[in-house]
């Protein structure tokens, strides 16, 4: 099911339907899979990445193969607020936790993609260029990794049996693009 969806996304890519092409939550087996299956390599992969969670397997993999890694989640859906480490290290940059978190990912070579509905929120995750971490508080932050998913776990799924049609439809490509 996983490569029969990835060729129909393939055929939009090749018609122009579509700019760009990714998956999310792919490990390196899915993706070593989906190598072999199909012509074309995935655009972006997005995983859940965050200090307690660090897929970097999965990132240097993607790295290697040219596929830009996105990571969701950088807040851990707000765990790392109350955090120890990640309040200590916000407190010496005068920075709020979800700044660092922000920070810690870009610097990581993660395209990173916070989620807020609140406008000032937005703003403040926006305000990460100005200032950089320290080499220490990088490994301080990537210490923090205990294997915690806040999403659902992706590593053993294997592929499901909802309907492509469903779940390919062309004007979600084309949204914004046209």
Not at 106 to 111: E, K, S, T, W, Y
């Amino acid at each position: 099911m996983r490569a029969d969806t990835w060729r129909a996304l393939e055929e939009l890519y090749k018609e122009g339907v579509c700019r760009a092409i990714g998956v999310s939550n792919f490990m390196v087996h899915h993706l070593e899979q989906l190598k072999e299956d199909c012509s074309e390599v995935p655009h972006v992969n997005q995983v859940e990445y965050h200090p307690y969670q660090q897929t970097n397997r999965v990132k240097e993999y993607c790295r290697e193969e040219g596929i830009v890694f996105e990571g969701y989640s950088p807040l851990a859906k707000g765990q790392v607020f109350s955090d120890p480490t990640v309040l200590q290290i916000a407190e010496k940059y005068r920075r709020t936790p979800a700044q660092i978190c922000v920070r810690w990912s870009i610097q990581n070579g993660v395209v990173t993609i916070p989620k807020s509905t609140k406008k000032e929120r937005i703003q403040e995750n926006c305000q990460v260029f100005d200032f950089q971490l320290e080499e220490g508080d990088l490994a301080a932050l990537g210490g923090l990794h205990d294997g915690r998913h806040v999403s659902w776990n992706p590593t053993n799924i294997e592929g499901h049996q909802a309907s492509v049609s469903k779940i390919l439809n062309p004007t979600v490509c084309t949204r914004g693009f046209a």
